[in-house]
């Protein structure tokens, strides 16, 4: 081989590797560049979701702390004791609606049936019961609270449960249907809850509604006696805004 021969092939050598060089160069920085735009897009990102966390925060005024509501004097406080049948003690972050009931035991006073509710945790049989309720209302028009208003009661159904607040009412007799006392305490404590929960009579639905039972038998069994009650804690709820 001849000297220029040689030195033009050293040349050539040279430009490959100076070729290589310059690729390896720029995919480095292609690399580089990938990983700061990466990067910016996480932080971005994150910033975005922090900055409207906390506008969720500032601006939903429709957002309760369930465990900061005062219950009112005229509501008497005889709280179950937890137990797996009748007071799980599972919190709720949220309340979608007010489900009413009827006891379906004519003549039981709110007393009574709170005892049954608390006597759930001693049962012993095969087939075990799970019932409760957050307030009874009584024939003489006592309203009694079992269950802390943050806390799951077993009264409706398995999805309803976990975000309704229940009432049951006691009846006189077998048609269900309320005396002038059950009723007025009734109307009270569901416009008094609508009030204090951010609803309003549009969330205030029947047993019936959300399973289709027989509950509460009244006011299932005569459809212009519920729009009437909930006209009537519409009223009420306006007088207490
Ligand atoms: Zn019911």
Request: glycine content about 6%.
């Amino acid at each position: 081989m001849n000297q220029r021969r040689k030195e033009s092939l050293d040349e050539l050598e040279r430009r490959r590797h100076a070729r290589i060089r310059r690729k390896k160069g720029r995919e480095k920085k292609k690399k580089k560049r990938a990983l700061y735009i990466g990067s910016a897009i996480l932080f971005l990102t994150a910033v975005l979701a922090g900055v409207l966390w906390l506008m969720g925060l500032l601006f939903d005024r429709n957002y309760i702390y369930l465990k900061e509501i005062q219950m009112p004097e005229w509501i008497e406080e005889d709280f179950l004791q937890i137990n797996p049948y009748s007071r799980p003690g599972a919190e709720m972050n949220k309340i979608n609606e007010i489900v009413i009931h009827y006891v379906a035991n004519p003549g039981t006073t709110a007393k009574q049936n709170m005892n049954y509710f608390n006597n759930l945790k001693d049962q012993t049989g095969i087939k075990k019961i799970s019932a409760s309720s957050h307030f009874i209302i009584g024939l003489e028009g006592e309203i009694l609270q079992a269950i802390p208003v943050y806390e799951v009661a077993y009264s409706t159904s398995k999805e309803k449960n976990t975000n309704t607040v229940s009432i049951e009412c006691c009846h006189p007799d077998e048609t269900g249907k309320f005396n002038d006392e059950t009723y007025d305490s009734l109307v009270k404590l569901t416009a008094w809850l609508c009030n204090n929960l951010g609803l309003t009579e549009k969330d205030v639905i029947r047993h019936y509604d959300a399973t289709g039972k027989d509950c509460p038998r009244y006011f299932v069994s005569h459809e212009d006696e519920w729009k009437q009650f909930l006209k009537d804690v519409k009223t009420v709820r306006k007088q207490g805004d």
